[in-house]
């Protein structure tokens, strides 16, 4: 497969990027913000493209999907990233929908990608439970009891954990914590007794949430994937989810470059445009190739899923997308708020809210140092 776009993909680009233009650009997330909106997304946003099919792209059509595959998905995701478009397509489809897809049973495939589909669900993958992203740091237990588990523990930065109807709880099964066998994954009602969540803000006015299990019954049929195997589906689950944020986190880092270069252009110092000065030339053309480096690499890691590539190739991918692009989103970021200025500073201008942004995707699901780290371990160093 060609590492391009082909003439259907850059349609739904297209189509993506006047969609969140007209309908969720950042002056909505900013009054979200202010008028501290107890979903943090507008459900109306979100119904409009469940409508478009977002939600369904990469599904298989007997599931209620497109099957338009991951590299489809990636570019709508890219066009939200541009907008910083705040809405459930992440924890839902790329966290959620992904895992069911990868280790659900037919069943719970057919009567949840489908919901998922057409956007009567919202899911949230329940995992960490330290500061820092360790996918094996697991001690939420889950004990068999009669026909099905009893979960205790709690988990931490549970993405949009607070609107989701279903929980996907990492919990052991055996073994100690970092112990890569003996996880198992499990459907979890967020109503179910014994589970409460406490939704927190983060820094870039987007939603998690703290979550706790005391004694929480589930039958034997919620299990994704097998006992004591869930390491299975979770590893290419957050590789995939990797690949999205990255997907996401170039076009906010696209999209704050680009304004960045437009301001260098407009605003004037001893009579000239600053954009002039040969030192901010030097600057903007780093970040210019930073830039097209990160492309390539996002690119290359969505058409590997599309390929069905092996697991080895997706998870270097992974690592490396994400540790590029995250250098990326960090330089393009903090270049444009100095660039900007004073008034870069000021929360009336909306370079600030992409430095926030970067903040928060760096350390989700794997900051630089992690995925460098990872990506040596993976070639063999």
Not at 77 to 90: D, F, K, M, V
Not at 219 to 233: Q, R
């Amino acid at each position: 497969m060609a590492m391009i776009l082909n003439e259907e993909q850059n349609m739904l680009k297209d189509s993506a990027k006047d969609f969140c233009t007209s309908n969720c650009a950042i002056d909505q997330l900013r009054k979200l913000r202010d008028e501290d909106n107890k979903d943090g997304f507008d459900r109306a946003t979100w119904k409009s493209m469940v409508e478009l099919g977002w939600a369904g792209i990469p599904w298989p059509e007997e599931h209620g999907g497109l099957a338009f595959g991951y590299k489809g998905l990636g570019v709508v995701t890219e066009e939200t990233g541009r907008t910083l478009a705040a809405s459930p397509l992440y924890a839902t489809v790329w966290l959620g929908g992904t895992a069911i897809n990868l280790g659900g049973t037919d069943a719970q495939k057919s009567a949840l990608l489908g919901q998922v589909a057409g956007g009567e669900l919202l899911l949230a993958l329940a995992l960490e439970e330290g500061n820092r992203h360790a996918p094996y740091a697991v001690s939420t237990a889950a004990k068999a009891s009669g026909d099905g588990y009893v979960i205790d523990g709690s988990k931490t930065f549970v993405l949009d954990g607070h609107v989701a109807e279903q929980l996907i709880v990492v919990a052991r099964t055996s073994g100690a914590s970092g112990d890569r066998d003996g996880l198992s994954l499990f459907l979890v009602p967020a109503d179910a007794s014994g589970v409460t969540v406490t939704r927190t803000k983060m820094t870039d006015s987007r939603n998690a949430a703290n979550i706790t299990f005391k004694g929480v019954k589930v039958g034997a049929d919620s299990l994704i994937g097998a006992v004591d195997k869930g390491a299975e589906v979770l590893d290419p689950t957050l590789d995939i989810a990797r690949i999205g944020l990255s997907a996401e986190m170039l076009g906010s880092l696209q999209e704050c470059f680009e304004r960045t270069v437009q301001y260098l252009k407009e605003r004037e110092q001893f009579g000239v445009p600053i954009g002039s000065f040969q030192a901010l030339k030097h600057r903007a053309a780093n970040m210019f190739c930073e830039v097209e480096l990160s492309k390539s690499v996002v690119l290359e890691a969505l058409t590997a899923l599309d390929e069905n590539r092996d697991a080895a190739d997706i998870a270097k991918l992974a690592s490396l997308a994400k540790t590029k692009v995250g250098e990326t989103f960090n330089l393009v970021s903090r270049e444009g708020i100095q660039m900007h200025g004073g008034i870069g500073m000021t929360d009336e201008f909306d370079i600030g809210f992409f430095l926030k942004r970067s903040a928060v995707t760096e350390q989700t699901f794997g900051d630089v140092n992690y995925h460098r780290n990872r990506y040596g371990e993976l070639e063999g160093y």
